[in-house]
């Protein structure tokens, strides 16, 4: 007889796979279905406290958001002794059953969901009761239930299904034989014989299926236990298979349901390391796991049980998966803290991999900082996602702006929600692009975000594909033994240099505004506290408020996940997160007030006015006091008494004003009757540092249909209209010449305060914008007359160079680049520097200096950047370059005020006397930055945090120590003892190389 033709028979394939699929469950009797509905959740004590309704399919239990304690009660039948019984259940929405003391044990999740059906089946809807049943069961479960799906999105809310069923696992293990070897026949070479053979087999075993008894079934499988059997030999390519289940700490829902979302999927990752003993998984972001700790404590002893068995990884070396661009240098250093020590603490185990699958770029500062930590590789997989340039490598030595380097892996198949099917492998075999050097790649299987990890259908794929002929072997291992083999090839590998660039969500550096404000504001008041606290111990003052600080400071990294600080969450989340950090602020200022008032006691000031300054140079600037500005002089991270602060400026710097002009001796600024500049020119270089005919301050709207992650690449293309300037107003304000200007934009109002100080060399832009607008970018750029072919941007502990020129695609790709306090355009010997007080999203294109400052768009969340918003921004001209200038110095002064305390305490006994001044750290080099000074974390030495900003080496610098200190020694980010350092006079010599940080323990007497 002929053979069937190959397309024929794939198809009958495929139809007798789905009919396996219907057949695998039956159902027997429906379950009584009962459900208690809140807005927020309730405890498992408080479950039948809610609206009371009685639910049939079809019913609708919920809305949006809304919460409920489900009852499911049944009888099993009779007819169905012997045979193994399941739960279906689905209430369109998640869901969590519990034991009868309310710990989760399996996570449930509607199978009607947005997930891309190609990684795999979202849906978790069976709840296994006996493997063989008697017969007369009583069900009775309670489950707790969110109003969402893995997505954040409304299901309808209504209860789909609830129903006793028979499992035949005959056919559920025929289907996954089908399925598996159906697959891997698509993915082998066409014309091999594998994939006849494997055609042919399943074909037989469709005509064994004709008719679907129990014993065809059998004999279905006898025909393809041989091809599952089918070994590969050795294999050029190793296959580490690693559950995973990246969950999003707030997203399309808020961080509440997030707790929720953690207990449904690791109860449900436990019920199924029961099933296969083989399952390794692994779970990041001692958040999570603290929320477990806190509202699930059964669970997480659940989970402790496991990570000690081996079977589960605690990964990530972070408090939370942070944003790496926005998030501070001490920030970052916190999220490894934090995060190492809650791992160590409470698990015994020390995180050696950074794992960041999902975060939109990432900085050039960070292979240092996790090196200095102990952490040797790192994992993620979004550069995946860039639009016009493909990363050149898988696997590869990540090496940062000092020069560090650390083994870095993205998984080949570019995803961290695998479906762990024939598929994965094949992908993962044919597009690693650095298989010629290496036989490792690592394999992240499971679905997220509530889809509970990995389920049913990953773990029997695997089973089946540990060495099947055809495909690479895969083999479920831990990510750490993984990057053990991989290391084992790292001479073989390529470095990388610099930042690693995510070609895509660069409005995530400018959207949620408010919630950017508030993160450097609490970056700096944490700073501030630390530091104020810091020096009231070391004279012996105590009450350094650690536990308030660890607090406030993890709260403020939660807020940085990458989600959240990127402004591409849920309305709610801002809502509820704005609020936080308003009372995070509040409290902060108030430890803050507290320390230097207990510092100032210390010092003796006695009711006198006390000026601080925790910045590790001298410096000048202006302090209101009794209503009028004084123009002081503070000494380096320290402290003068307000009266001996005051310092005098010559006549000529009191500035000058004039219809469209403000001047003072060191800079001369002219208005262009539309509002912007038309001349900043500088004096003293005797330059002008706007180009000819171009403008500065040029306030623009352009049209932006893009979503909070992404705006049009052609935005510049489609502008939106005039902003028109509809006042000016030009005065001398005391030590300020100022121009008040409003502007109106359709809806919207601009109130801006230019203004130029005495004795300053920076124009500053006070901004008040109450924004209505919608799918608008609000930009203000600035036509520079310097000619760089490359601007220098400050990252976290140094700075980058990067492009002005649009030459490539990779520089065209850029055109949107991350700065924290400023970004510079220099020449030899002029530059010009823009500086901003909370703002994240940059161009630099030619001559021109474009800061991002607003957006408005519609989705995630609707009302986005809806509101009032208070910033800040300055140019300043420069002689020299951006080094020779101290650009890194003038934007931590305009981010960080001097503090005047005026209503200072009583002194203390044995107080030291405030006379004059006193500076308690300093350091000689004007290229090192101290940028930290906190407690330790397990004793009372002074920690303090320095680098080198400008990108050179120093041979020798000295750090003047200005209170008794008996010891000093080199430490990791761990804080961990390292070579001693010797004292002499009170100073301590270092020697740096370029961008180094280093972490220094000081002990005082």
């Known amino acids: 007889m002929p053979q069937e033709t190959v397309p024929v028979m794939l198809e009958r394939i495929k139809h007798t796979k789905e009919r396996l699929n219907e057949r695998i469950y039956r159902s027997l009797a429906p379950l009584a279905v009962e459900a208690w509905v809140t807005r927020e959740p309730v405890s498992f004590a408080e479950r039948e406290s809610g609206s009371y309704r009685e639910l049939t399919p079809g019913d609708r239990w919920g809305e949006l958001w809304e919460c409920a304690w489900f009852r499911f009660r049944g009888i099993v039948p009779m007819e169905a002794q012997g045979c193994k019984i399941v739960l279906l259940i689905d209430v369109n929405g998640e869901l969590c059953l519990v034991d009868e003391t309310g710990t989760p044990r399996q996570g449930l999740t509607n199978v009607n969901s947005e997930f891309a059906l190609e990684l795999g089946k979202p849906g978790k809807r069976v709840v296994e009761v006996a493997a063989a049943c008697c017969g007369g069961e009583a069900i009775d479960l309670w489950a707790d239930a969110g109003c969402n799906d893995l997505f954040g999105h409304y299901r309808s809310g209504t209860l789909k299904e609830a129903d006793i069923a028979v499992c035949d696992e005959a056919i559920r293990s025929l289907y996954y034989d089908f399925e598996v070897l159906l697959e891997l026949a698509e993915q082998v070479p066409e014309r091999s014989s594998r994939r006849a053979r494997l055609v042919r087999k399943l074909y037989e075993a469709t005509l064994a299926l004709a008719d679907p008894t129990a014993e065809a079934a059998g004999r279905a499988a006898a025909l393809l236990a041989p091809e599952l059997r089918r070994r590969g030999g050795d294999a050029e390519l190793q296959v580490s298979a690693i559950g995973h289940a990246h969950i999003d700490l707030a997203w399309l829902w808020p961080i509440r349901e997030t707790i929720r979302k953690g207990a449904r999927t690791f109860s449900t990752v436990l019920r199924n390391m029961e099933k296969y003993p083989e399952y390794v998984f692994g779970a990041s972001q001692p958040q999570l796991y603290q929320w477990m700790k806190e509202h699930y404590p059964g669970l997480y002893d659940r989970i402790k049980e496991r990570v000690e068995e081996g079977r589960?990884?605690?990964?990530?070396?972070?408090?939370?998966?942070?944003?790496?661009?926005?998030?501070?240098?001490?920030?970052?250093?916190?999220?490894?803290?934090?995060?190492?020590?809650?791992?160590?603490?409470?698990?015994?185990?020390?995180?050696?991999?950074?794992?960041?699958?999902?975060?939109?770029?990432?900085?050039?500062?960070?292979?240092?900082?996790?090196?200095?930590?102990?952490?040797?590789?790192?994992?993620?997989?979004?550069?995946?996602?860039?639009?016009?340039?493909?990363?050149?490598?898988?696997?590869?030595?990540?090496?940062?702006?000092?020069?560090?380097?650390?083994?870095?892996?993205?998984?080949?198949?570019?995803?961290?929600?695998?479906?762990?099917?024939?598929?994965?492998?094949?992908?993962?075999?044919?597009?690693?692009?650095?298989?010629?050097?290496?036989?490792?790649?690592l394999m992240l299987f499971g679905i997220g975000d509530g889809g509970g990890g990995p389920g049913e259908e990953h773990l029997e794929r695997l089973s089946r594909l540990n060495n099947l002929s055809g495909l690479p072997p895969a083999k479920q291992e831990t990510s750490l033994a993984f990057f053990r083999k991989l290391e084992k090839e790292a001479p073989l590998l390529e470095r990388y240099r610099g930042e690693l660039y995510l070609e895509k969500h660069q409005g995530t550096l400018t959207t949620q505004a408010r919630s950017k404000r508030y993160n450097r504001l609490m970056e700096l008041a944490l700073r501030e506290t630390e530091f104020a606290a810091s020096l009231a111990l070391a004279h012996g003052g105590g009450g350094y408020p650690g536990e308030e600080l660890e607090r406030i400071w993890?709260?403020?990294?939660?807020?940085?996940?990458?989600?959240?600080?990127?402004?591409?969450?849920?309305?709610?989340?801002?809502?509820?997160?704005?609020?936080?950090?308003?009372?995070?602020?509040?409290?902060?200022?108030?430890?803050?007030?507290?320390?230097?008032?207990?510092?100032?006691?210390?010092?003796?000031?006695?009711?006198?006015?006390?000026?601080?300054?925790s910045l590790p140079w001298e410096r000048e600037g202006w302090i209101e006091s009794g209503g009028e500005w004084l123009a002081v002089r503070a000494p380096s991270m320290g402290a003068v008494r307000l009266a001996d602060a005051s310092r005098k400026l010559p006549s000529e710097s009191v500035p000058v004003c004039a219809?469209?002009?403000?001047?003072?001796?060191?800079?001369?600024?002219?208005?262009?009757?539309?509002?912007?500049?038309?001349?900043?020119?500088?004096?003293?270089?005797?330059?002008?540092?706007?180009?000819?005919?171009?403008?500065?301050?040029?306030?623009?709207?352009?049209?932006?249909?893009?979503?909070?992650?992404?705006?049009?690449?052609?935005?510049?293309?489609?502008?939106?209209?005039?902003?028109?300037?509809?006042?000016?107003?030009?005065?001398?304000?005391?030590?300020?010449?100022?121009?008040?200007?409003?502007?109106?934009?359709?809806?919207?109002?601009?109130?801006?305060?230019?203004?130029?100080?005495?004795?300053?060399?920076?124009?500053?832009?006070?901004?008040?914008?109450?924004?209505?607008e919608s799918g608008k970018m609000l930009r203000t750029s600035f036509d520079t007359s310097v000619r760089a072919d490359m601007a220098s941007c400050e990252i976290q502990f140094g700075y980058l160079r990067r492009p002005?020129?649009?030459?490539?695609?990779?520089?065209?790709?850029?055109?949107?680049?991350?700065?924290?306090?400023?970004?510079?355009?220099?020449?030899?010997?002029?530059?010009?520097?823009?500086?901003?007080?909370?703002?994240?999203?940059?161009?630099?294109?030619?001559?021109?200096?474009?800061?991002?400052?607003?957006?408005?768009?519609?989705?995630?969340?609707?009302?986005?950047?809806?509101?009032?918003?208070?910033?800040?921004?300055?140019?300043?001209?420069?002689?020299?370059?951006?080094?020779?200038?101290?650009?890194?110095?003038?934007?931590?002064?305009?981010?960080?005020?001097?503090?005047?305390?005026?209503?200072?305490?009583?002194?203390?006994?044995?107080?030291?006397?405030?006379?004059?001044?006193?500076?308690?750290?300093?350091?000689?080099?004007?290229?090192?930055?101290?940028?930290?000074?906190?407690?330790?974390?397990?004793?009372?030495?002074?920690?303090?945090?320095?680098?080198?900003?400008?990108?050179?080496?120093?041979?020798?610098?000295?750090?003047?120590?200005?209170?008794?200190?008996?010891?000093?020694?080199?430490?990791?980010?761990?804080?961990?003892?390292?070579?001693?350092?010797?004292?002499?006079?009170?100073?301590?010599?270092?020697?740096?190389?370029?961008?180094?940080?280093?972490?220094?323990?000081?002990?005082?007497?």
């Open 804 to 1005: 002005t020129s649009r030459n490539t695609l990779l520089e065209f790709a850029r055109d949107e680049v991350c700065a924290q306090r400023y970004i510079d355009l220099s020449e030899t010997e002029f530059g010009v520097a823009l500086l901003n007080d909370c703002k994240y999203g940059h161009r630099a294109e030619g001559g021109t200096l474009d800061l991002n400052l607003l957006r408005s768009p519609s989705y995630p969340d609707p009302n986005a950047d809806r509101a009032e918003h208070r910033f800040k921004y300055a140019l300043m001209p420069h002689k020299g370059d951006h080094v020779r200038a101290n650009v890194v110095r003038r934007g931590y002064e305009f981010n960080i005020p001097l503090v005047a305390l005026h209503d200072t305490p009583a002194s203390l006994p044995g107080a030291t006397n405030a006379a004059g001044s006193r500076s308690w750290l300093s350091i000689d080099s004007p290229s090192l930055i101290i940028d930290s000074v906190k407690k330790a974390e397990d004793g009372d030495e002074l920690v303090l945090r320095i680098y080198e900003s400008a990108g050179s080496p120093v041979a020798r610098a000295r750090l003047s120590i200005g209170f008794p200190c008996a010891d000093a020694w080199a430490s990791t980010i761990m804080e961990e003892r390292g070579e001693a350092l010797s004292i002499a006079d009170g100073c301590v010599e270092l020697e740096f190389r370029p961008f180094e940080v280093k972490t220094i323990a000081l002990r005082c007497r």
């Open 659 to 772: 219809d469209g002009v403000l001047e003072n001796d060191r800079l001369r600024v002219r208005f262009a009757a539309d509002g912007s500049l038309s001349s900043v020119f500088d004096k003293a270089a005797g330059r002008e540092s706007l180009a000819a005919g171009g403008r500065g301050n040029a306030l623009a709207v352009f049209h932006d249909s893009g979503d909070a992650w992404d705006f049009p690449r052609d935005y510049r293309q489609m502008p939106a209209g005039e902003i028109k300037l509809e006042q000016a107003e030009f005065r001398v304000e005391g030590h300020r010449a100022v121009s008040r200007q409003v502007y109106r934009y359709k809806d919207s109002e601009i109130r801006q305060i230019v203004s130029l100080a005495a004795g300053e060399d920076m124009v500053v832009f006070e901004t008040e914008v109450d924004w209505r």
């Open 554 to 613: 993890k709260e403020v990294l939660l807020y940085q996940f990458h989600d959240i600080v990127p402004g591409s969450s849920i309305g709610r989340v801002y809502d509820e997160s704005l609020e936080r950090y308003e009372a995070l602020y509040k409290e902060t200022l108030g430890l803050q007030r507290e320390a230097y008032g207990r510092l100032a006691a210390l010092l003796g000031a006695n009711g006198e006015p006390v000026l601080f300054n």
């Open 312 to 441: 589960w990884e605690v990964q990530g070396a972070m408090w939370v998966e942070p944003d790496v661009n926005i998030s501070g240098g001490e920030a970052l250093v916190r999220q490894i803290l934090y995060g190492k020590r809650f791992f160590l603490q409470e698990f015994g185990v020390e995180p050696e991999t950074l794992w960041l699958p999902d975060v939109f770029g990432y900085t050039g500062s960070l292979p240092q900082l996790l090196v200095s930590s102990g952490v040797r590789y790192m994992m993620t997989q979004k550069l995946s996602w860039s639009v016009y340039n493909q990363h050149p490598h898988h696997s590869f030595i990540w090496e940062g702006i000092d020069g560090t380097g650390i083994l870095t892996h993205l998984p080949p198949e570019d995803t961290y929600n695998g479906p762990a099917a024939p598929r994965s492998l094949a992908k993962i075999e044919r597009d690693y692009l650095d298989k010629g050097v290496s036989g490792h790649a």
